[in-house]
């Protein structure tokens, strides 16, 4: 019987972070090192511009590693973009934003309750940001299909979330602990306040956030609560770094004097006062402002 061959650079790459119960058959699989080579080579020449290291395509790959009968259909190419956009390399957000999502767009149509570019914002936040501590969504990407009709599919389901009111809440609303990141969490001005007044401002802050535009809501969140540079946001977007700061600067404008207007109309305070509540919401959003576009 011929002994399994010792696998080449490459195959020691998947292996070390393959599940150990497939390090047996992997090693037996004929051609693997030379397939491994080509999925690689596949990969840069379709996106030559994109950096990415053997080593990180290769963990990928184990991550979703198909059954050794089709790691030959893999759609290596896809693969590769998605594992880039994953890791947030700038020209591979680029390539996603200039050749998936204008495909996307042109197959999803017009979705009843919901705008076209609506469903496209929530599907880069989905697909390109990481909630919470985890990997964006377009890490899930396993290959096996094209990157085209699986990112469709999100916006398909994404379309649908946004038919019905209750779905459109919970995917614009921010919940009151990500609101409150707009401010310090050891400012000392902040503990000064009662427990209603920070929640009342919190509330504000909601309300005040549900009457800005779809455009203004995603660039907020981007900038404020996931702390996207204004280059990020320029790359995802399509637009010149200029343009993308002056609307983050007038959607931060224009939230402020909203939450002015809910406060005054939920808190029985003098002006000095109100004025020193919203005063809190805008030290933060000012230094967060200038931190993230130095």
């Known amino acids: 019987m011929k002994p399994p061959e010792t696998g080449g650079p490459l195959t020691e790459l998947l292996l070390a972070h393959a599940p150990p119960e497939r390090h047996e058959a992997l090693r037996a699989m004929p051609g693997l090192e030379a397939l491994l080579e080509e999925h ?128 459109r809440q919970e995917l614009f609303s921010e919940p009151p602990q990500a609101l409150e990141r707009l401010l310090s969490r050891d400012d000392p001005e902040r503990e000064l306040l009662q427990a209603h007044s920070r929640k009342v401002l919190t509330d504000s802050l909601q309300a005040a956030l549900a009457d800005l535009t779809e455009r203004e809501r995603a660039l907020l969140r981007l900038h404020h609560l996931h702390g996207l540079t204004m280059d990020r946001i320029a790359t995802m977007y399509r637009e010149p770094r200029s343009s993308v700061a002056r609307h983050v600067a007038q959607a931060r404008e224009r939230l402020l004097k909203l939450t002015h207007r809910e406060l005054a109309s939920r808190l029985k305070l003098n002006g000095q006062e109100l004025e020193s509540l919203l005063g809190l919401v805008q030290s933060r959003l000012d230094l967060s402002l200038h931190r993230l576009m130095d």
């Open 40 to 167: 690689v080579a596949k990969g840069r020449a379709a996106w030559p511009d994109v950096t990415l290291t053997t080593k990180d395509f290769l963990r990928h790959l184990a991550r979703h590693l198909p059954s050794e009968d089709t790691l030959h259909q893999l759609r290596a190419d896809d693969l590769y973009l998605a594992c880039a956009c994953a890791a947030g390399e700038p020209q591979a957000l680029r390539h996603f934003e200039h050749h998936i999502l204008p495909k996307v767009a042109s197959r999803l149509g017009q979705s009843p309750g919901a705008t076209l570019d609506e469903v496209l914002q929530v599907a880069r936040q989905r697909l390109l940001l990481g909630v919470a501590g985890t990997a964006p969504r377009i890490a899930e990407f396993s290959g096996r299909g094209t990157l085209t009709g699986w990112v469709r599919i999100v916006a398909s389901r994404i379309a649908q979330e946004l038919r019905s009111q209750a779905g």
